[in-house]
Nanobody
């Protein structure tokens, strides 16, 4: 069974950067569509980014385009979310999620399997 563990969260000032990691065990991550989803207190869950298994193809929410970059390192069984120029509105718990989707050129911000989440706080 696939297990996902997020890491890399923390507290930063506006304009700062963080890199989140989503490391998998139990299966080869290269066959899974991976999404980053965040949830701020009192707000609905928001799909932030996703990356496909083939290509890979990546997609981003409008709110993070140009600031966040998703990438995968298949030998390390890890997907990263590089977050630059962070804003207070980026404060949330960030989750990675996975769906079985080998050989696809598109991705989606959905997931059957979820990690436990990592807190990102952006504040001066």
């Amino acid at each position: 069974q696939l297990q996902l563990v997020e890491s890399g969260g923390g507290s930063v000032q506006p304009g700062g950067s963080l890199r989140l990691s989503c490391t998998a065990s139990g299966s080869r991550l290269q066959n899974w569509n991976i999404a980053w989803v965040r949830q701020a207190p009192g707000k609905d869950r928001e799909g932030v980014s996703c990356i496909s298994t083939n290509g890979p193809f990546a997609d981003y929410a409008d709110s993070v385009k140009g600031r966040f970059t998703i990438s995968r390192d298949n030998p390390k069984n890890t997907v990263y979310l590089q977050m630059n120029n962070l804003k207070p509105d980026d404060t949330a718990v960030y989750y990675c999620a996975a769906d079985w989707a080998p050989y696809l050129n598109v991705c989606a911000t959905t997931g059957t399997y979820w990690g436990q989440g990592t807190q990102v706080t952006v504040s001066s």
